[in-house]
């Protein structure tokens, strides 16, 4: 994840708009369209978007004409099912691998397939605290994450701590027999626990903010 690709909440709504606007009539969309569209409180808060879009290079614009929107390479997405929040105190309810399929999510993201790829376990989970701030994963955010119950020194992941009872996401690096979760944030301590206490439940692949 790369500061520079990351998206708001709000500019994958506009994405979405743009690319579904584009496909039923064939000319883009003018700013007055996304403000209505999305439900945007004001033109200057799209334009504002717009230009983040064009900075991180998903789109193109002509200033000079009103309706001069252009998708680079028309970015591919994929919809990944929101399914929890990861908070203390409790596992990430990851579905099962029989489960997947049939399970009915209230909420869904749309992502880049880019970020994706062919990963067939991705789902999205909002994070509870301000332990990776630092590393631009703030409190209220979406992350995107694929199961996995193994990682690599310096993957952010989360893990549930046995012992403990609770799930946190952090970096994580193995010292030995023991496990080091380090928070992305100068004002917290890392955890230490035994390399048996910890599970990993999944990856970070991508991260969604708030929006504006």
Request: glycine fraction near 6%; hydrophobic fraction near 40%; aromatic fraction near 6%.
């Amino acid at each position: 994840m790369t500061a520079q690709k990351t998206l708001s909440t709000k500019q994958h709504a506009i994405l979405r708009f743009i690319r579904e606007f584009l496909r039923e009539k064939d000319y883009p969309p003018s700013i007055r369209d996304i403000q209505e569209g999305c439900a945007i409180s004001s033109t200057s808060v799209v334009d504002y978007n717009l230009k983040a879009l064009e900075r991180m290079g998903f789109i193109r614009r002509d200033r000079e004409v009103s309706r001069a929107i252009e998708l680079v390479g028309r970015t591919r997405m994929r919809s990944v099912p929101v399914i929890g929040q990861i908070a203390a105190g409790q596992p990430i309810p990851v579905p099962s691998a029989e489960t997947w399929a049939q399970e009915a999510f209230e909420e869904a993201v749309e992502v880049p397939v880019g970020v994706t790829g062919s990963r067939e376990n991705v789902f999205a989970l909002r994070v509870k605290g301000t332990s990776m701030i630092d590393a631009l994963v703030n409190d209220g955010d979406l992350i995107v994450m694929e199961a996995a119950q193994a990682a690599e020194n310096g993957d952010m992941v989360a893990v549930w701590l046995k012992d403990r009872q609770e799930t946190t996401l952090k970096k994580i690096y193995y010292e030995g027999d023991r496990v080091r979760l380090q928070p992305a944030n100068v004002t917290m301590q890392p955890i230490y626990a035994k390399a048996a206490d910890v599970e990993v439940q999944g990856k970070v692949l991508y991260r969604l903010g708030r929006g504006f």
